[in-house]
C-alpha cells in the first residue's frame, strides 16, 4: 500500500529564512505528487504538482519541489519564507493508472510557523 | 473562480444520531471525494464517486457510510449512526478529468457527543 511520509511535524522559521520540507512516498509504481497547504482556518489550496517531465516543479508563491525518484522524495522548498507562510503543508501521492480513481494518500502534515 | 463549498461548516450530533454533510463540487467536473482528518491526524481518503456510483473505498468507509449525488449538483456523505470516533473534519474533493488536480472545499467540522 502507499504510503507518504513527512518527517518533521512544526517547524520554526524567522522570516527570510530558507525552507525545505521532506517527503518520502513508498509505492513501487508511476505516482503523481502534490503539496497542499492549509492556511489558519481555510481549506486545503494547492501549491504545486508533479505529473511527468522536469523533476523541478515551480509553484505559487515562490515555492518549488524537486521529485527525485530514487530516492522516493518530493521535497518542498522556499528560498526566503514570509510570516504569511504560516500554515500547513501537506504532501499527497496518488496513482495515474489503475483502478483507482486518484484518491490522495496525504502525509501527516508539517505545521510551519514564520516568526516576524 | 469556481469553487468546492460545503455546507454545514458545523455540525453538532448526538451519538447514535444519523447526520448528512453536504458539498457542492465545481459544476463541470466528474470526479468527487471525501476525506477525513481527525484532529491531529493526516487527513485520510474514505471514498470516491464517478459516473454515479462508487469507484473506491476505503477501510474508514463502513456500512454506517453513503454517498449520494441526488441531483446534478450536490454531493452528500451519509452517516447513518454516528459514533464518538467519527468526529473529524470532513472534506470534499472534486475534479474535472483523471489527470487533474482535485480541488477541495472547506471542511464540515463534524462533532459528535
Known amino acids: 500500500a502507499q504510503s507518504v511520509s513527512q518527517h518533521n511535524h512544526h517547524v520554526i522559521l524567522s522570516e527570510a529564512a530558507s525552507l525545505e520540507l521532506g517527503c518520502n512516498y513508498s509505492?513501487?509504481?508511476?505516482?503523481?505528487l502534490f503539496w497542499y497547504v492549509q492556511y489558519p482556518g481555510q481549506h486545503l489550496q494547492l501549491l504545486l504538482k508533479?505529473?511527468?517531465?522536469?523533476?523541478l516543479v515551480k509553484g505559487i508563491k515562490g515555492f518549488e519541489a524537486e521529485f527525485i525518484k530514487s530516492k522516493f522524495s518530493f521535497n518542498l522548498r522556499k528560498p526566503s519564507v514570509q510570516w504569511s507562510d504560516t500554515a500547513e503543508y501537506f504532501c499527497?501521492?496518488?496513482?495515474?493508472?489503475?483502478?483507482?480513481?486518484?484518491?490522495?494518500?496525504f502525509g501527516k502534515g508539517t505545521k510551519l510557523s514564520v516568526k516576524p | 473562480e469556481p469553487e468546492v463549498t460545503q455546507t454545514p461548516s458545523h455540525q453538532v450530533t448526538q451519538m447514535g444520531q444519523e447526520v448528512i454533510l453536504r458539498c457542492v463540487p465545481i459544476?463541470?467536473?466528474?470526479?468527487f471525494y471525501w476525506y477525513r482528518q481527525i484532529l491531529g491526524q493526516k487527513v485520510e481518503f474514505l471514498v470516491s464517486?464517478?459516473?454515479?456510483?462508487?469507484?473506491?473505498k476505503s477501510e474508514i468507509f463502513d456500512d454506517q457510510f453513503s454517498v449520494e449525488r441526488p441531483d446534478g449538483s450536490n454531493f452528500t456523505l451519509k452517516i447513518r449512526s454516528t459514533k464518538l470516533e467519527d468526529s473529524a473534519m470532513y472534506f470534499c474533493?472534486?475534479?474535472?478529468?483523471?489527470?487533474?488536480?482535485?480541488?477541495f472545499g472547506p471542511g464540515t467540522r463534524l462533532t459528535v457527543t
Open positions: 474533493a472534486s475534479r474535472r478529468t483523471s489527470g487533474d488536480e482535485q480541488y
Open positions: 509505492y513501487g509504481g508511476t505516482v503523481n
Open positions: 508533479y505529473f511527468s517531465g522536469d523533476p
Open positions: 499527497a501521492v496518488n496513482t495515474p493508472y489503475g483502478g483507482s480513481q486518484g484518491n490522495l494518500i
Open positions: 459544476s463541470n467536473h466528474l470526479y
Open positions: 464517486f464517478y459516473n454515479n456510483e462508487i469507484s473506491e
